[in-house]
């Protein structure tokens, strides 16, 4: 028994309810039962329990995000007894879509209250996929008129947009489904994202590789849509096609736990599959770590930057570089960096730069 929790959002007018509609007709199509929890503000808003009826902004957004809890549980609850072998619930936003509404005070005294820190609201789900509103690239299709309770204009919803996005930026599998294409190429290509997710086409990644100058930190963790993380990997015994680590993101009681085994087909594309482990399978899985390698200490920035999604890994045994990784739906979808970024050269398909030989030359790869 397979299940998967998910989250759909994405700002003003960026297709939502139609991809809802479409995810549960396309994944039943593919032998998923699909779960979707509904939006809670709307039932909320509409059954009179509204920020602006409230005591506080703060009072609501703890109502919401309770009740929000709650529907999230009994659906996955509910999974349980389905029998069913592949169920994928999806969420109609996720908790973490609530900060965008509050201040950092707010949002921080919400959180103490729920007994949850942010990067288990953010981490909680599976993946996020997240649709750019219409206003950022479709202007001419943004509109007021599908949605009563929609009030934003098109610079509004564009920089509400932007707030989603940093919002999830953090997430280890956050995608960006932008307005490249148009409306039905989005929303199929969202599906092929999910698709790739849940490991039913072949979970091909594209993924590019570039060294960078050290960046500035206070640049970056002054960004809105950037994320630190911290993260430390061991990797196991495998085969010399294959390969396999264990990793931690967090610390402490908020650790996450991950599996991941990749299988590389060219220079550009890697075949990965992902799975969570509770704490005390990575403590298992550990006994089976390669002694030739080190384990991998650094700080990801998690940056998203015109709908791209880098990150940054700074390691400290390197005091002048970093590596930069990118994503890729295409091989030719051309990498926009920000102008603070310096890049000293691609080194995709290079080995002395994986990570699985930085844990066993820490010191070995250099200009």
Same mark, same amino acid.
């Not at 087909?265 to 399978?281: C, F, P």
């Given at each position: 028994?397979? %299940?998967? +929790?998910?989250? %759909?959002?994405?700002?003003?007018?960026?297709?939502?309810?139609?991809?809802?509609?479409?995810?549960?007709?396309?994944?039943?199509?593919?032998?998923? &039962? @699909?779960?979707?929890?509904?939006?809670?503000?709307?039932?909320?808003?509409?059954?009179?329990?509204?920020?602006?009826?409230?005591?506080?902004?703060?009072?609501?957004?703890?109502?919401?995000?309770?009740?929000?809890?709650?529907?999230?549980? %009994?659906?996955?609850?509910? *999974?349980?007894?389905?029998?069913?072998?592949?169920?994928?619930?999806?969420?109609?936003?996720?908790?973490?879509?609530?900060?965008?509404?509050?201040?950092?005070?707010?949002?921080?005294? @919400?959180?103490?209250?729920?007994?949850?820190?942010?990067?288990?609201?953010? /981490?909680?789900?599976? !993946? @996020?996929?997240?649709?750019? &509103?219409?206003? +950022?690239?479709?202007?001419?299709?943004?509109?007021?008129?599908?949605?009563?309770?929609? $009030?934003?204009?098109?610079?509004?919803?564009?920089?509400? /947009?932007?707030?989603?996005?940093?919002?999830?930026?953090?997430?280890?599998?956050?995608?960006? %489904?932008?307005?490249?294409?148009?409306?039905?190429? +989005?929303?199929?290509?969202?599906?092929?994202?999910?698709?790739?997710f849940l490991g039913e086409l072949h979970p091909y990644e594209i993924e590019r590789k570039f060294l960078v100058?050290?960046?500035?930190? /206070?640049?970056?963790?002054?960004?809105? *849509?950037?994320?630190?993380?911290?993260?430390?990997?061991?990797?196991?015994?495998?085969?010399?096609?294959?390969?396999?680590?264990?990793?931690?993101?967090?610390?402490?009681?908020?650790?996450?736990?991950?599996?991941?085994?990749?299988?590389?087909?060219?220079?550009? +594309?890697?075949?990965?599959?992902?799975?969570?482990?509770?704490?005390?399978?990575?403590?298992?899985?550990?006994?089976?770590?390669?002694?030739?390698?080190?384990?991998?200490?650094?700080?990801? $920035?998690?940056?998203?930057?015109?709908?791209?999604?880098?990150?940054?890994?700074?390691?400290?045994?390197?005091?002048?570089?970093?590596?930069?990784?990118?994503?890729?739906?295409?091989?030719?979808?051309?990498? !926009?960096?920000?102008?603070?970024?310096? @890049?000293?050269?691609?080194? &995709?398909?290079?080995?002395?730069?994986?990570?699985?030989?930085?844990?066993?030359?820490?010191?070995?790869?250099?200009?």
């Amino acid at each position: 028994m397979s %299940i998967s +929790k998910i989250v %759909i959002t994405g700002g003003p007018c960026g297709g939502k309810t139609t991809a809802l509609s479409r995810i549960q007709r396309d994944l039943s199509h593919l032998g998923y &039962t @699909v779960l979707i929890v509904p939006e809670t503000a709307t039932s909320l808003i509409s059954g009179g329990v509204a920020p602006w009826t409230c005591g506080t902004n703060s009072d609501y957004q703890l109502f919401q995000m309770t009740l929000q809890r709650q529907k999230e549980e %009994i659906f996955e609850r509910a *999974a349980r007894t389905m029998g069913d072998k592949k169920i994928l619930i999806v969420c109609d936003r996720g908790e973490m879509d609530n900060k965008v509404y509050m201040s950092d005070g707010e949002f921080a005294s @919400v959180l103490e209250q729920l007994g949850f820190n942010e990067a288990e609201l953010r /981490d909680g789900y599976d !993946a @996020v996929f997240h649709l750019v &509103t219409a206003a +950022k690239g479709a202007e001419e299709f943004y509109s007021l008129e599908n949605n009563e309770a929609r $009030y934003e204009t098109v610079e509004q919803a564009a920089e509400m /947009d932007d707030k989603f996005i940093a919002a999830w930026t953090g997430h280890p599998y956050l995608r960006v %489904i932008d307005n490249s294409t148009d409306f039905e190429g +989005k929303m199929r290509r969202l599906i092929r994202e999910i698709a790739y997710f849940l490991g039913e086409l072949h979970p091909y990644e594209i993924e590019r590789k570039f060294l960078v100058e050290f960046p500035d930190l /206070d640049w970056l963790e002054g960004m809105e *849509a950037c994320e630190r993380v911290e993260i430390s990997q061991h990797y196991l015994r495998s085969d010399p096609d294959e390969e396999i680590r264990i990793r931690r993101r967090g610390s402490g009681e908020s650790s996450m736990y991950y599996l991941t085994e990749k299988r590389l087909v060219d220079g550009h +594309k890697t075949m990965r599959m992902q799975r969570r482990l509770t704490e005390g399978e990575y403590h298992m899985l550990l006994v089976q770590a390669d002694p030739k390698r080190r384990e991998i200490v650094k700080t990801r $920035y998690c940056l998203t930057y015109k709908n791209q999604y880098f990150e940054i890994d700074v390691f400290p045994c390197w005091s002048d570089q970093a590596i930069a990784e990118i994503e890729l739906s295409s091989e030719d979808t051309p990498v !926009a960096f920000p102008p603070e970024l310096h @890049v000293i050269r691609e080194v &995709t398909g290079d080995p002395r730069y994986r990570n699985a030989s930085i844990a066993a030359h820490p010191r070995g790869a250099t200009h």
